[in-house]
């Protein structure tokens, strides 16, 4: 069975200030770096929205993560977006 990931890719300090509930934050700039340890538990099949503030960062997100073969990727947009089609 699937699951449903919210991946927040905005810097930690725009995360810390407010965020989706229920979201992981990896930042843009530590994507390539590290998201095998943040999404170790994803299948590359679960739904992934990723969100940012305006959505540009979470489209750079959403390339990177089809390149590296996860399927099942939504752009959130940013926050607002995010809770209101998502949660």
Do not use: W
């Not at 200030?17 to 994803?42: F, G, W, Y």
């Not at 992934?48 to 993560?65: D, E």
């Amino acid at each position: 069975m699937s699951k449903k990931i919210i991946l927040d890719v905005r810097e930690k300090h725009e995360y810390k200030k407010n965020h989706v509930k229920t979201a992981r934050n990896l930042p843009l700039s530590s994507l390539m770096i590290n998201h095998q340890s943040v999404l170790e538990d994803v299948d590359m099949e679960d739904e992934i929205i990723v969100y940012c503030r305006s959505g540009h960062r979470a489209s750079m997100a959403i390339s990177f993560l089809q390149k590296n073969g996860y399927k099942n990727l939504k752009n959130g947009i940013n926050q607002a977006t995010t809770e209101d089609n998502y949660l």
